[in-house]
């Protein structure tokens, strides 16, 4: 079934109107009826209590004298009414005293009591109670039930009635709308059709017919009149869009174009790219090298993969020189390689590359190098390089270096190339230049680390040096006035029996033995003293002594056990002669080589090799003489390398007294010489002693001394230590001077006063420099200010380190290391008085 | 309420009659008494006044008791209080409304009735002969139920209508 919408206008209009008028009819007819219903309900009610009315007062009588026979009579009279159903009549007390039922039906039931007055429709009946008075009283009740047939009757009347109203008005409904809608929908029908025509044949010419002035009218005007726009916009569209056609042609192809253009570009964008990154990566590859080379090497590594180079090469310049030296050459093909003479390490200098433009930072493009004259560029053409392009490294404005990138092809490099390698050879200055910055801190670092390896080592060796002093001297007091008296006693004039005078050198050999061993202690960190005598050497000769000497420990010994050591000289003969002390040399030689004996316990070789070096290339004076002494034995770690100079320092146990390398390390150190120690495990140990070459000899003073005046003398000797003190007495007693002894400082400057006030003035002081309360150095400053000629001497365990450090008061005149010896006393007072002495002397 | 009134009257009037045993044969015959008033229309110079008493009165041997005199005390019929009164001569009663011949005045009947007439006193008794002796109304027993007869004849020469509704429940109509 169509829808409502679908069906054609024509029969929707003649729905519409049956439709309401339908609608209408039966709205007016169900009103009719129910007003009708309504009334008739009222009528009936309004007849039945009529019937009522009449009923009860025709039975008054009977019901006050309670007559049933007459009440059934009365109510059998309600037979002419057809509708009552029942009726009953009820005494005043309620009781029924006669009923009454159509046609005697059994069925139908009374209502046992009666009920007030009512009137009430039941679901098939109206029911009514009457209430029945005889003035003044109560008589009874009458019941009344009417069936509703009535009703029903004219209900059904009523809608067969409706019925034939609604068939007769719908035929003549049908009828008049189907003629009626024809006014609207003909012209909607005929202006349906044109429009059909209209869209079916595209032909816009096409009018409506207009049928009246109601708003169809309007509506076939609007309709023509629309076409008239459509049939002029369409010719308008027709034209604008032959328009159209040109310039679409026209824009595509200007598109295509376009399109064309921007895929070149972004091609070039991609290639921009592609570089850029390969930039990075260079940049990334190069910035986690530290040195020059490997990031030439890398750089060129990636640009000839990357662009396809035939020739990458990486030149450094010397701006001193003007040359390009080259560091770094990649060849893609190796037969070309061998074709070009060039190699890592080649010089050339800047103006045969033709590159002299790079100077200034400018890149240099060859795009023929047959067309070249300059001698690099020519190497290139030989070896079938057609184009080449030379960048330069710059760093800080200035040149550091050229990257030579060179093709096959003739004109081979474009400004996309060009411009990448500029920008490559900027990243890559940088770092190169870093690279050398690095390397040079690193080896400044290096230098650094080392000295301070050395100074550290000095140190420590200064402060041990120090310690082993102070030992000595406290031992060297002790031991003053053992030698010291043991001397006096010697000298004769006590009667000593044969035996007594035998022990009594046995007591001294004694005490010099210990004076001895004290001194080797010192000797390691100790000053050349002024007065040691320095001597022409042969460092050679002394070797092939030393070497001699030695010979039974390395040969014979060792022979016994079934070792075989060797010993080989290699001299320089041009070895300058040394200015030294020849003993302490020879005790070092000695020592080294006994050390290397020791370290060869299954046999090897021992080579003592000197020579000379000087300064400068061709240079006439040697600088230095430079001695190794190496063997092939154990070796030593880096542990005990770095402490084998430290005194009692040894590998060797009970037979080693670790003051052997300490010693010549002494020597050395008085020497001005330096020593130097390579050594490995298990590949031998090599010992360098590097003398510098002096000629500048000490005087021999002795003869003078011999020959020095001295007269007898007032001399104050101060000391808290009596032993000494009366040494010193005795000592200086028996050369004829006069002494008197304090045991304080104080007490010695007293004695000073006293004997200037007397007239008889000291004419030297001798005072020892550790004191309680007054030391040394206050007593000579108090004694200066008195007196500034007097002269002062002190006595001191640590003489030879004051003398070393520069450290003597100024107040102090001389300084004499204890124990003292007569021989040194008697020195110091002639250097002292010879001129008093000699004046004295000449003014006899 | 309206029931209950009712029942209120009835009550007053037969007393205990709905509960109790059946009432006696002369409360029914004095209630028919009283009600006879409702049914029978008197001429209006048969009052002295329009509010004047509806005299009920018993002549001769009062068989009521006291039955009679409470079956209308203080009722009304059309404005006329109810009044009861014994009669011992018929002269006496000529101003009644309503007189009950008793069955003792039986030999006296005929003179009574003379006397009465020109009045226009309903009256009823209840012995044989009466209506042939020009009673108006006579009570009879029939089926152990207290019926009436009536003279209508008797009742139109008074100057008295009786309601055809009662008529219609008498025994016999002359």
């Known amino acids: 079934m169509p829808r409502f919408q679908d069906i054609s206008i024509k029969r929707k209009l003649t729905a519409i109107i049956m439709i309401a008028s339908t609608v209408a009819l039966l709205l007016v007819s169900a009103g009719f009826v129910t007003y009708e219903l309504v009334t008739f309900r009222q009528t009936m009610t309004r007849d039945l209590s009529t019937l009522a009315e009449i009923i009860g007062n025709q039975s008054t009588a009977a019901l006050t004298y309670e007559d049933q026979k007459v009440a059934k009579e009365i109510l059998a009279a309600l037979s002419a009414k057809k509708h009552i159903v029942a009726a009953a009549l009820y005494d005043k007390d309620g009781r029924l005293l006669a009923s009454y039922s159509r046609g005697n039906n059994p069925a139908i039931s009374f209502p046992s009591r009666p009920e007030r007055q009512a009137l009430r429709f039941e679901s098939d009946a109206l029911v009514l109670f009457h209430p029945v008075w005889v003035s003044p009283d109560f008589a009874g009740t009458l019941y009344l039930k009417s069936d509703l047939q009535e009703i029903d009757e004219r209900f059904v009347r009523y809608a067969a009635m409706i019925l034939l109203f609604m068939l007769a008005s719908w035929v003549v409904t049908l009828f008049l709308s189907s003629r009626l809608q024809r006014i609207i929908s003909r012209p909607i029908f005929h202006l349906a059709d044109t429009a059909r025509a209209v869209s079916g044949t595209k032909n816009y010419a096409v009018r409506a017919d207009k049928h009246g002035g109601d708003e169809l009218g309007q509506l076939v005007d609007s309709f023509n009149e629309m076409l008239g726009q459509i049939q002029r916009r369409d010719s308008e569209l027709q034209q604008a869009h032959d328009k159209l056609e040109i310039r679409v042609g026209e824009r595509t192809r200007d598109l295509r174009a376009e399109i064309a253009e921007r895929q070149r570009a972004e091609s070039a964008l991609k290639q921009q790219f592609v570089r850029m990154s390969l930039l990075n990566q260079i940049t990334q590859a190069i910035s986690d090298r530290q040195d020059t080379d490997s990031i030439l090497h890398v750089v060129l590594r990636q640009v000839e993969d990357h662009l396809g180079l035939d020739l990458g090469l990486v030149a450094l310049f010397d701006a001193k020189a003007q040359t390009l030296n080259v560091a770094a050459l990649r060849v893609k093909n190796s037969l070309l390689a061998q074709k070009f003479d060039l190699h890592e390490g080649s010089v050339l200098s800047l103006a045969e590359t033709g590159l002299q433009r790079c100077e200034q930072g400018q890149t240099v493009y060859f795009a023929d190098t047959l067309k070249e004259t300059a001698a690099f560029v020519e190497k290139l053409a030989v070896t079938n390089w057609r184009s080449a392009v030379a960048v330069p490294l710059m760093v800080e404005g200035k040149l550091f270096g050229v990257l030579v990138a060179a093709r096959l092809a003739a004109d081979g490099f474009n400004s996309d190339d060009c411009e990448f390698l500029r920008m490559l050879c900027e990243n890559v200055a940088l770092a190169a230049h870093q690279a050398r910055l690095h390397t040079d801190l690193e080896n400044a670092y290096n230098e650094l680390r080392r000295t301070q390896a050395t100074v550290l080592q000095q140190e420590r060796l200064k402060a041990l040096g120090q310690m082993a002093s102070g030992i000595a001297h406290d031992v060297n007091n002790a031991l003053s006035p053992v030698i010291g008296f043991a001397d006096i006693l010697m000298k004769g004039g006590y009667g000593l029996s044969p035996d007594g005078k035998k022990y009594l050198k046995y007591i001294r050999m004694a005490g010099e033995d210990i004076a001895h061993i004290v001194a080797r202690l010192r000797e390691f960190y100790r000053a050349r003293e002024e007065n040691e005598p320095l001597q022409h050497l042969d460092l050679n000769a002394l070797i092939e002594q030393v070497a001699d000497m030695t010979r039974p420990r390395w040969r014979d010994i060792p022979q016994s056990k079934g070792i075989t050591i060797e010993v080989r000289t290699e001299l320089a003969p041009d070895v300058p002669k040394l200015a030294g002390i020849e003993s302490e040399i020879r005790e070092a030689f000695t020592n080294l080589v006994l050390n290397a004996v020791d370290a060869m316990p299954r046999g090897g070789r021992i080579t003592i090799r000197t020579r000379v070096v000087r300064h400068e290339r061709g240079g006439r004076h040697p600088r230095h003489v430079v001695v190794d002494v190496s063997d092939t034995g154990t070796g030593m770690d880096e542990e005990t390398r770095k402490r084998c100079l430290e005194p009692f320092f040894s590998t060797k146990g009970k037979r080693g007294t670790g003051l052997g390398l300490a010693m010549v390390y002494g020597v050395m150190e008085r020497h001005e010489g330096n020593i130097d120690i390579q050594s490995e495990p298990g590949k031998g140990t090599t010992i360098r002693l590097v003398f510098p070459v002096r000629t500048k000899l000490c005087e021999d003073k002795e003869e003078n001394e011999k020959h020095a005046v001295i007269e007898p003398l007032q001399i104050l000797c101060i000391d808290d230590e009596p032993l000494l003190r009366e040494l010193i007495k005795e000592i200086l007693e028996r050369d004829g001077h006069e002494v008197e002894v304090s045991d304080s400082g104080q007490s010695g400057l007293d004695e000073f006063r006293i004997a200037r006030e007397r007239g008889r003035p000291f004419d030297v002081v001798i005072t020892d420099l550790g004191m309680p309360y007054l030391d040394g150095r206050q007593v000579a400053k108090a004694l200066k200010q008195e007196s500034p000629a007097t002269p002062v001497i002190m006595l001191t365990g640590w003489g030879a380190f004051m003398k070393e450090d520069g450290n003597t008061p100024e107040q102090v005149d001389g300084v004499i290391s204890k124990p003292p010896r007569s021989r040194e006393l008697r020195e110091a007072l002639s250097r002292f008085h010879p001129i008093r002495g000699n004046s004295r002397t000449h003014r006899k | ?174």
């Open chain 2, 1 to 174: 309420m309206l029931i209950l009134f009712v029942g209120l009257l009835f009550g007053l009037a037969f007393k205990g009659s709905a509960q109790n045993p059946p009432p006696t044969e002369y409360q029914i015959k004095a209630a028919f008494l009283y009600n006879f008033a409702k049914f029978v229309e008197w001429p209006a110079q048969a009052f002295p006044g329009p509010t004047s008493p509806m005299v009920v009165g018993v002549l001769g041997e009062n068989a009521f008791g006291d039955n009679l005199e409470r079956a209308i005390r203080d009722k009304t019929v059309n404005n006329h209080p109810f009044q009861f009164k014994q009669f011992h001569s018929v002269t006496e009663a000529t101003n009644c409304q309503i007189l009950f011949i008793s069955a003792s005045e039986k030999s006296r009947l005929p003179r009574i009735l003379a006397g009465l007439r020109g009045t226009s006193v309903l009256t009823v008794s209840e012995t044989d002969q009466f209506i042939k002796a020009g009673g108006m109304i006579n009570f009879v027993i029939e089926d152990n139920r207290v019926h009436f007869q009536i003279n209508d004849q008797a009742a139109k020469q008074a100057g008295l209508k009786i309601s055809s509704k009662l008529l219609s429940l008498a025994t016999h109509n002359h």
